[in-house]
């Protein structure tokens, strides 16, 4: 990277307040937008962490009620009836 990849510095006294105006504008611009994506990257933070929450939860709670069905743990093969003639 050189110097041919930098804009080229400005010298501000050489600008007009017209100028000025619209720099400090397209700045103010740009802070509002800055903050408003910092909200929105939050909320969507938030949202991920309750609904990988959620999930986590559903995936213990399901393992956990597993766990606790015993009606297989005493299965037994069904006796044969033997049919007298």
Same mark, same amino acid.
């Given at each position: 990277?050189?110097?041919?990849?930098?804009?080229?510095?400005?010298?501000?006294?050489?600008?007009?307040?017209?100028?000025?105006?619209?720099?400090?504008? $397209? #700045? %103010?611009?740009? &802070?509002? =937008? $800055? #903050? %408003?994506?910092? &909200?929105? =990257?939050?909320?969507?933070?938030?949202?991920?962490?309750?609904?990988?929450?959620?999930?986590?939860?559903?995936?213990?709670?399901?393992?956990?009620?597993?766990?606790?069905?015993?009606?297989?743990?005493?299965?037994?093969?069904?006796?044969?009836?033997?049919?007298?003639?």
């Amino acid at each position: 990277m050189g110097d041919s990849d930098r804009m080229p510095k400005i010298d501000v006294a050489k600008l007009r307040p017209a100028e000025i105006d619209f720099i400090r504008y $397209v #700045e %103010k611009q740009n &802070k509002e =937008r $800055v #903050e %408003k994506l910092k &909200k929105v =990257r939050r909320n969507n933070l938030l949202t991920a962490g309750i609904i990988g929450c959620g999930v986590l939860g559903i995936y213990f709670y399901s393992m956990y009620a597993v766990k606790q069905e015993t009606f297989l743990d005493d299965f037994e093969e069904p006796r044969k009836v033997i049919e007298k003639q």
